[in-house]
């Protein structure tokens, strides 16, 4: 998997990311290191293999909410029938999300990937063929039933990058906000409330006459 800032100024794949496989309960299964300079192209694709076991070992846990089901484990999609779910087939929601937003590095994004299996569900593929495709007029059709896991991936994440033009433009709308609150304050404090002569105390402190202003004034 990969992943791309809408942008375009962040784009990684899986050999420049590291991250890990939680399960349900939050628990790291499998550690994703980066690629190292000695690792063959070949090992390095086996160290990141999931298996159909996996992904349902990730999706249980001891944790709130979480059901331990594995793939020989009987299916909930039809109580009747005592099939597994190797059977009736599941539905496996793998989401990972991608994170740089500890350092702002664009070089340092780590993923995150957890599993979720949809309860009470099954997965079948319904197919049908002619039985002699040789016949002009068919006299028999079948229909082939294949039950599977159906594995979808949700891609989420937050990756930001460092920018001076947009932390100057956060910081002037800052001051705005706050010169816009205070000349609020002031004109419902000194114009629209009872005791405004009191705020108008309260704001401004009376210094007196001043030496100076005395002596310009006797001039």
């Known amino acids: 998997h990969s992943v791309r800032k809408a942008d375009g100024r962040i784009e990684r794949n899986l050999a420049d990311m590291h991250g890990h496989l939680e399960d349900c309960s939050g628990r790291v299964m499998k550690a994703f290191p980066r690629r190292q300079p000695?690792?063959?192209g070949l090992g390095y694709i086996l160290d990141r293999v999931l298996t159909v076991q996996q992904l349902f070992e990730a999706a249980s846990g001891d944790g709130d909410g979480c059901m331990a089901v594995s793939i020989d484990s009987p299916s909930d999609s039809d109580a009747t029938a005592n099939n597994s779910v190797r059977y009736e087939g599941a539905a496996l929601i793998v989401a990972i999300e991608y994170d740089n937003t500890r350092t702002f590095?664009?070089?340092d994004?780590?993923?995150?990937?957890?599993?979720?299996r949809l309860p009470q569900t099954q997965f079948k593929v319904e197919t049908m063929f002619q039985q002699d495709p040789s016949e002009m007029r068919p006299t028999a059709i079948v229909e082939d039933t294949v039950h599977g896991v159906l594995v979808v991936v949700v891609q989420t994440g937050r990756l930001g990058t460092f920018d001076v033009s947009e932390m100057l433009l956060q910081i002037t709308a800052g001051l705005t906000l706050l010169a816009i609150s205070y000349a609020v304050v002031n004109f419902v404090a000194l114009f629209l409330m009872d005791r405004r002569e009191f705020y108008l105390q309260c704001m401004y402190e009376d210094s007196g006459s001043l030496p100076c202003a005395q002596a310009a004034q006797d001039r």
């Open 38 to 40: 000695n690792q063959t």
């Open 105 to 107: 590095n664009q070089g």
């Open 109 to 116: 994004v780590e993923f995150k990937m957890r599993v979720h």
